[in-house]
Each structure stands twice: as structure tokens, then as C-alpha cells.
């Protein structure tokens, strides 16, 4: 059994049952990634319920006044995240006519959109196979493959990623970038 049939196992399993894995809505999938940046899925849960709610379409969100999407976000902090959040969603209705790039490298162009949300979009929403990096990612790999590289060196990232892709086996990317980051957050954890 390769790593990819055992975490994609284990996480067919074990996996929470959070809403952004239950579509495949670009727009659903880039609010979770978002707001759960340097935030915990408990913290950010009923965030991204309320946004839905709220703003149940990137057109909704786009048309809302920044104090109403500035008084949901209250209490997650970092409010760059919303005031970015809400320019990119009336950039995609404005110049994408609310249809959201749908590869990696497009979606990079959008404000606040980096490489791992970038990837996130493309591979749970597109099946664009691209590997989604985090520290979650990092630590299972380094523990699994019993690599030392600092994960903070200039060379690290590109290197846990071709290890990633390695073990995807370019298989469904969408299935082992959740099964991978699942497992890093709930077993494979910083202590």
C-alpha cells in the first residue's frame, strides 16, 4: 500500500465534516481558505457560516458595504484578510463576471490570494493537479520521509513540494492535499 492509498484511507475515515469540503464552489472554498488562515477550524467555523449567510455568492459579498463585512470578520482579526477578501470579490464580479479563475497560476493574480490559497482553489474546485503546502504538509512529510531541512530555508518549500507531488502519484490531487493536511492537523501535530 503506497502513502497515498494509506492517508487518503485514513482520511476517508477520519475526516472532519467541515462545509467547504462539501462543494466544490471556488467561491465557498476561497472564503474557508481565507478566513483559516492563522486561524483554527473551531475558531473560523462559525465565521464562515455567518459569511455564507450572509454572502451566500462572491456577487453578495462583492455588493456589501466594507463596515458589514468588517463587523462579521470582528474577532478573527488580521482585518487586511477582509478588506482583501472583499476587493477581490468585487474584482472577480467586475472582471470575471463572478467566475473564478479556475488554474493556479490565474488565480495568483487575484489580491490576497497566495501560492497555497492559489492551490487550495485549484485543486479542491478545478482538480488542477497541484499540491497544497502547508505546515501541516510539511510535518508529515518531514516525519514520514525523516527529513531535517529547516522548513524555514529559502530551498524548503520547493522541495516539500516535489516530495508532495512524488507521493501523489498524480493521482486526485483534491483528495490527497485534504487527506494530507487533515492528517497533519489532527495526528501529525507540532509537538
Known amino acids: ?16 465534516d467541515l462545509p467547504w469540503r462539501k462543494t466544490s464552489d471556488p467561491y465557498a472554498i476561497w472564503l474557508s481558505e481565507i478566513m483559516l488562515q492563522q486561524t483554527r477550524v473551531a475558531q473560523g467555523l462559525p465565521y464562515f457560516e455567518r459569511f455564507i449567510s450572509t454572502f451566500p455568492t462572491v456577487f453578495d459579498l462583492a455588493k456589501a458595504d466594507e463596515e458589514q463585512v468588517l463587523k462579521l470578520w470582528q474577532g478573527l482579526g488580521y482585518y487586511s484578510r477582509a478588506r482583501n477578501m472583499h476587493k477581490t470579490a468585487q474584482i472577480v464580479v467586475i472582471e470575471f463576471e463572478g467566475v473564478f479563475p479556475s488554474t493556479y497560476k490565474e488565480l495568483l493574480l487575484l489580491k490576497g490570494v497566495g501560492e497555497y490559497t492559489a492551490a487550495a482553489i485549484a485543486s479542491f474546485s478545478f482538480n488542477e493537479k497541484v499540491n497544497v503546502v502547508d505546515g501541516n504538509v510539511f510535518r508529515v512529510i518531514a516525519r514520514y520521509l525523516n527529513i531535517t531541512t529547516d522548513i524555514s530555508s529559502a530551498t524548503a518549500k520547493k522541495e516539500f513540494a516535489a516530495l508532495a507531488n512524488e507521493l501523489m502519484e498524480n493521482r486526485d490531487s ?3 492535499n485534504q487527506a494530507i493536511m487533515e492528517f497533519g492537523a489532527l495526528q501529525c501535530v507540532p509537538k
Open 1 to 16: 500500500m503506497t502513502f497515498y492509498d494509506r492517508i487518503t484511507h485514513w482520511y476517508l475515515i477520519n475526516k472532519r
Open 174 to 176: 483534491a483528495l490527497f
